[in-house]
């Protein structure tokens, strides 16, 4: 584990905290250190330049819409998920930096778990847009202390492919099919509600222009999308994490990608696969990461 900082370079304050609850996303300026960027820019950039570890969801989206594939060097959209349990310096990163105290503020929480995390890297004139979805319907999990933390490495903003929230969709009680991520179609056999038709200038969306440093953190049930990178030299690449909080139980849902830990082929044995209906407590598949400080209500 690599000796960098697991406090944030400032508190998650009273408004930042409101926010998140009121419209399920709130974006926190300056919170990282930059040790950290640079920590992870290597294993980032192995990242994607490992198709074991990425998925090319610009060839992915050209196979599923049956279009002008096989997308020939076009810039690309990459992405992964679970860089964690292969990768020490990812790991170090989910569960070593200020990230799961973040969380752990802002989902009012006793402690955290860590769920998963992703790569996300649109190169410079990255067509692809990254669909309306809810996070909720993709993890195995059940509860309202659910969160992805979104961590750009480069500065981003709507040219490049901001992220936007629909704000308060979090409280619809529903929970979404997960899709292909690059075309709207449900992921085969996927349970859920349909992903609603939300107009584009809807005014609940919102996006943030963020630097390096900042982290933007959505609740599971809120309904997300980014759009292409249509700069011709700026990348965008990011990292996101996911954890859970206490109250969570795991939920197997059918049709979602599973995980080691689901179906007991985890190399630690000696503890079971779960099950539907368990509480998430320390697990090798879900380790807890964070732990309120006594005394502490932050
Ligand atoms: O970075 C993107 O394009 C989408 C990110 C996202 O959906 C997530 O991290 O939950």
Known sequence: MPDLPAAPLRPVDDDEVAAFRRDGVVHLPGVLPAAWLDHLAGPVEAAVADPTVTTDMTALRAVLSDADHPPV??????????????????????????????????LDAQHIHLYEDSVLVKEPGTTEATVLHQDLGYFHLEGDRICTTWVPLDPVDAETGAVSYLRGSHRSGLVHRPNWFVVGDPLPGAAGESVPDVLDDDPRFVAFDVRPGDVVVHHAATLHRAGPNRSTTRRRRAVSVRYCGDGTTHLLRLGSPGKPHHDGSHRDDVHAPVRSGDPVVDHPGCPMVWERPVGSNR
């Open 73 to 106: 060097d076009r810039p690309r959209f990459l992405s992964g998920v679970d860089h964690w349990r292969h990768d020490p310096a990812f790991a170090a990163f989910a569960t070593g930096s200020p990230l799961p105290a973040i969380a752990g503020t802002l």
